[in-house]
């Protein structure tokens, strides 16, 4: 146990006193927030300048079928009304005037018609949306009770309930707690991913194993640097999240972030979901964390290792290219291979489990499955840096993982 703690204590130190384990956490926030800044201040620009292009105003012609359009609103844009169609194109054609509206009779099955000289691409959209809005607004004026205009304009309050075995039940609100799992868990992973692969190679390249192996057992090794990864992992969310509390907390009425207290309570927690979703968390941590840990061990350096990390992540995002099955209450044969198949399972299992389409009995058994071969997979790379640890110069194979040998170095 002291040798555990030992372990757990030195890589925690080692990997905090790189700067590269601090620039790779305080990039993904700083990227992320030098986006988010870019898209925001070129949503303001943009909004502003649009604005003050929509202001500005043209001469229009408008020639009106519908006879929906009152001589209000005509002289409200300083338009004037037309009697020729071909006549008032040539106006336009010819820069006599800025733009002309063609209305026809029937406005709902025939297009409406807006000529205009050409200001750029940005610009040129201000035509469209005033000849939209001229003949909206002329359609709710002709209505004349004000419960059918109100809504016409779609204000309408819908109040919906849904109910589940006599229960009403809170579909979204139960949604966000079980996504959460998910979430943590693919960040976890990308965050984490090159850190397990690169976790026994080190040693490995630094042609250390042999020593500290004649100290300490293989499991306590691997065990104590798993320990570490999670510490880590931690450190890591706990880095990211910590700005981004700071942000709303203290500057997100000057940034415009909305207010996020309305949509936290809506959030319901239910027993079994996240039970399920805290469950597959963990277990499927240790799944991916003893393949890639194995496949660091089996590699002989650090960036044959590396190679495989994209392969892992794009395991990991197969079942989102069955999306929609996912959502569906009744499973169909791919969705339950995908959720029984140890690689897929975890994220198939956490989605079905938050969108409520997998039953308790069959997510325990897949929460099973993922379980017994996370330990499977993590007993996996013990075996594998126990023998693998002396191979320097190529990959060990399969034969050699279960193979016994004698002259590797025996564990206490």
């Given amino acids: 146990m002291h040798n555990l703690f030992t372990v757990i204590q030195f890589e925690l130190i080692r990997t905090l006193k790189k700067p590269s384990f601090w620039i790779s956490v305080l990039a993904t926030p700083a990227l992320l927030a030098f986006i988010f800044g870019i898209i925001i201040f070129s949503q303001k620009t943009s909004d502003a300048t649009q604005a003050e292009i929509n202001k500005k105003p043209f001469s229009l ?29 040539n106006k336009v054609s010819s820069a006599e005037v800025d733009a002309f509206f063609y209305y026809p009779k029937d406005a709902v099955k025939n297009q409406i ?12 959209d201000k035509y469209t949306l005033v000849a939209k809005n001229l003949l909206i607004s002329a359609s709710t ?27 009403e039940i809170n579909l979204v609100g139960s949604m966000i707690a079980p996504a959460i799992f998910l979430v943590i868990f693919y960040s976890v992973i990308v965050l984490l991913g090159n850190q397990m692969l690169a976790s026994t190679t080190e ?106 990390f994209g392969v892992i992540i794009l395991i990991m995002f197969i079942p989102f290219y069955f999306f929609s099955l996912l959502m569906s209450p009744e499973p169909s044969i791919v969705i339950s291979i995908l959720s029984y198949f140890p690689l897929t399972a975890p994220v198939t299992l956490m989605t079905r489990n938050a969108f409520g389409t997998i039953g308790i009995n069959e997510a325990l058994i897949g929460l099973a499955v993922v379980f017994i071969s996370g330990v499977v997979a993590i007993n996996i790379a013990i ?7 002396l191979e320097y110069s190529k990959r060990l194979s399969l034969r050699s993982i279960f193979k016994p040998k004698n002259n590797v170095i025996k564990s206490k």
């Fill in 203 to 308: 040693e490995k390249e630094n042609r250390v194993t042999e020593m500290l192996l004649t100290s300490l057992s293989s499991k306590t090794l691997i065990v104590g640097k798993i320990a570490s990864l999670v510490a880590l992992g931690f450190i890591q969310i706990i880095t990211i999240l910590t700005p981004v509390v700071f942000v709303y907390l203290f500057a997100r009425e000057r940034l415009n972030i909305p207010d996020i207290s309305n949509f936290t309570q809506v959030i319901t927690i239910e027993f079994w979901p996240v039970f399920i979703g805290a469950g597959l968390l963990v277990s499927g941590f240790l799944l991916f964390t003893g393949l890639l840990v194995g496949i660091g061990a089996a590699s002989p350096t650090a960036k044959e290792a590396n190679s495989f």
């Fill in 113 to 124: 018609e807006v000529y205009n000289k050409n200001d750029g691409l940005t610009a040129n």
């Fill in 61 to 89: 012609i408008v020639m009106d079928e519908t006879k929906l359009i009152s001589d209000t609103s005509i002289k409200q844009l300083n338009a004037t009304r037309a009697d020729n169609k071909q006549l008032a194109i």
């Fill in 383 to 389: 075996q594998i840096f126990r023998y693998g640890t």
């Fill in 141 to 167: 004026n002709a209505i004349d009770a004000p419960e059918l205009l109100s809504i016409a304009k779609g204000n309408i309050n819908v109040n919906q309930k849904s109910y589940e075995k006599g229960k």
